[in-house]
């Protein structure tokens, strides 16, 4: 993984209260991670860093398009994105980031790498199964949906047929009937 400098806030000399960091997301940020699910990515980060004297809070918020291949058709699409993520900071003896909302940092450190918080909200943001938007609307034509309506299980049995009696024999049972 790349180091990203642009990520990386120094807290030592800010000033106690709110402060606000804007960055632009590109795929560059995701091949930086070795991250090639995603064939375009552009998304806008909004962070806002309240130190206070004892811990700070980072408050992440993103909003953009990341443009994907659909699971079914494997045609390219825009996929919106909006994420939020809280982090709060402490400080103690060591560094350790095992919670998912807190991240404790070792009291002479002076400055902190936010591109893995940001990789991983961003990630996570896409849904796990991907559907071109013209499909849910039918809209789409492509050859990989005319191939699947045509390989696709027609109904084997009409629905005025009779059932099985051992069956209504089971459902019986089950109805109490």
Known sequence: MMKQK???IPFSGLKQGKHEYKFVISNKFFESFEYDEFNSANVDLHVILN???TMMELDFSASGVI???CDTTNEPYNQS???DLRLL???GEEFNNEDDEILILPHGDYEMNIAQYVYEMLVLAVPQK???PGI???TLKSDALDKLEEL???EVKDSNEENDPRWDELKKLLTGK
């Open 51 to 53: 130190k206070t004297s």
């Open 67 to 69: 443009n994907v291949n």
């Open 136 to 138: 849910v609307d039918g």
């Open 152 to 154: 696709q299980p027609k």
């Open 81 to 83: 994105v909006n994420s």
């Open 130 to 132: 991907r559907v071109h």
């Open 6 to 8: 642009e990520f990386i």
């Open 89 to 91: 900071v402490k400080f």
